[in-house]
């Protein structure tokens, strides 16, 4: 059973404009959230995280949104930019002390000049 | 700035062979984990480690072992190696204690024919 997940596969956007990946979970266990940007051929790279304890955290361009109630998280990137364009992968974790990460199935996320 | 490196970009195997995928972070850190990325599929832990010597099994483990002898180095075995088991593995280690990202390393494209 998918425990993070990432229902669209992929996402269009026009450069200068907003894009918003969407990330739902099920595990109420989970206590820490984490978005990865993936290029073809690279491992993926961190990019921003939130701790439940919070409901937003912003780094530059890119916004994460935490709503336990729904268990919903969303990231918000703005302006985007055509180097934006990868493959964006939601993570969780369950404050073990191994930091164990459960993944979304990742949406691919194309910035059209 | 951190670090883990892989020691294959590419491999190409046959059917049977015994497939070694080695790994090895300039961090310091506690924890190695090892997952494979297959389309629609996101990211798939196989095996992590959280200690020299120690290691737990992820969430698709069979067809695979893990040697972790010194902290800075954790390894993948494939014992016999099969067409399904085509895919991207990545390394990746991280700081116990459950709050911290985990940095990946390029990545292996491992192709069984």
């Known amino acids: 059973d998918q425990q993070v997940k990432q229902n669209s596969p992929s996402l269009s956007v026009q450069e200068g404009r907003i894009s918003i990946l969407n990330c739902d979970y099920t595990?109420?266990?989970?206590?820490?959230f984490l978005w990865y940007k993936k290029y073809p051929a690279e491992g993926p790279t961190f990019l921003i995280s939130i701790s439940s304890i919070k409901d937003k955290n912003e780094d530059g361009r890119f916004t994460v949104f935490l709503n336990k109630s729904a268990k919903h998280l969303s990231l918000h990137i703005v302006p985007s930019q055509p180097g934006d364009s990868a493959v964006y992968f939601c993570?969780?974790?369950?404050?073990?002390?191994?930091?164990?990460?459960?993944f979304g199935k990742g949406t691919m996320l194309l910035v059209s000049p | 700035d951190v670090k883990v490196t892989q020691s294959s970009r590419y491999l190409v195997k046959r059917t049977g062979e015994k497939v070694f995928l080695e790994c090895v972070q300039d961090?310091?850190?506690?924890?190695m984990f090892w997952y494979r990325q297959d389309p629609g599929l996101g990211l798939r832990l196989i095996y992590f480690?959280?200690?020299?010597?120690?290691?737990e099994k992820g969430d698709i483990p069979e067809g695979y072992s893990v040697s972790r002898e010194k902290k800075e180095r954790f390894s993948l075995i494939l014992e016999s190696a099969s067409t399904n088991q085509t895919s991207m593995y990545l390394c990746?280690?991280?700081?116990?204690?459950?709050?911290?990202?985990?940095?990946f390393g390029p990545g292996t494209r491992l192709t069984v024919t």
């Open positions: 990746a280690s991280s700081l116990t204690g459950g709050r911290y990202e985990q940095y």
């Open positions: 595990n109420s266990m989970f206590d820490y």
């Open positions: 961090m310091d850190h506690e924890n």
């Open positions: 993570a969780a974790s369950a404050g073990s002390g191994y930091s164990t990460l459960t």
């Open positions: 480690s959280y200690d020299v010597k120690m290691k």
